[in-house]
């Protein structure tokens, strides 16, 4: 299910079943994540703000081309004969291809690659049947786990991950609050991970109740209707004086959810600015140096990030977002219910 024209549905094309050399190799597609940052590609740009836009063409990604950056997979077939052991076994797919040599590779941003071959962003990804991956490095057993989860550990799971990581979560304890704004598929995971991760209370936000019911459902502490005049007065009802709120998690990435989660930090307190929605923030400056606030950008993990949120889930880490399935041809059903904010948890398509 291929781009053809920016903002224009999907389209199923079929193509000669790619070989596999060198140290390649090629998997039979078995699910993938459908993820909000998908929507930005399929409209071809992301808003910067103040009329500005960054088109997704000016880093070389033309139609046509397939999304899909969470994909699980069989391998079918190998470039080389000393990766024929690795036939016939289901492996989680790190999307995130680097080139190692970058600055940002040198200093462990691998994720922030000057030069990168992201599977499903910058070359076609797993809205197919088949996906060719560069190297068995990016390959982790997800032994155990469900398909239909591991795919979104990928991105969905590794983004909460990496950005809870960025926080001193163990001096944490159950008298500090984290604010998780948004309650989509990556608020929900944050949920849970966080639960794992800390003693903090969790307040989450979100617009839509069906989805702040879900997420008292598996773990939220207190919820808040944003759509309600003056929400960061309903957050404080739920924070102590003493302890305040340590940190606030925007996985929406507006401009509101920005000043929202700034408005309700204590004094050293953290925001972590993930979601991509868009738009741009004007900052007034004084209060981040009398508070001493930090504003932290995070976007997806390392490799190694992810080798440790899949053992992690391995070892007991229970990740409750709903998922529901689609058929590869339903896609552009997918694309449109995530858009209009239909989808609770994750969608995942299946080949």
Known sequence: MQIIEWGQPLQLREYETPRPSGD??????????????????????FDLGGGKTFPVSSRGVVPPFTL???PVGKV??????????????????????????????????????????????RVDGGYSDHVVVPHKKFLIDYTGI?????????CSGLTVYSALKKLNLESLTEADRLVIIGAGGLGLAAINIAKFMTKAKLIVLDLDDAKLEIARDIGADFTVSSSIDEPQNKIMEFVSDDNGVAACLDFVGMNQTM??????????????????????????????????????????????ECKELVELVKGGLDIKVPIRTLPLEKANQAIEDLRNGVVAGRTVLTP
């Open 24 to 45: 390649q190799i090629l998997l039979s597609v078995e699910a993938c994540g459908v993820c909000h940052s998908d929507l930005h590609i399929h409209q071809g740009f």
């Open 68 to 70: 899909g950056h969470e």
């Open 76 to 121: 079918i077939s190998v470039g080389s004969k000393d990766q024929e052991h690795l036939i016939g076994k289901s492996f989680l797919i790190y999307p995130w291809i680097n080139c190692e040599v970058c600055q940002s590779c040198k200093v462990g941003m691998s994720q922030v690659c000057d030069a990168p071959k992201i599977i499903g962003t």
């Open 146 to 154: 469900d398909p239909y989860l591991a795919c979104t550990l990928s």
């Open 259 to 304: 000043a929202l989660g700034l408005s309700v930090l204590r004094k050293g307190g953290t925001h972590v600015h993930v979601g991509l929605h868009g738009g741009a923030h004007e900052l007034s400056l004084p209060p981040l140096s009398f508070k001493m606030l930090k504003i932290i950008g995070s976007y997806v993990g390392t490799l190694e």
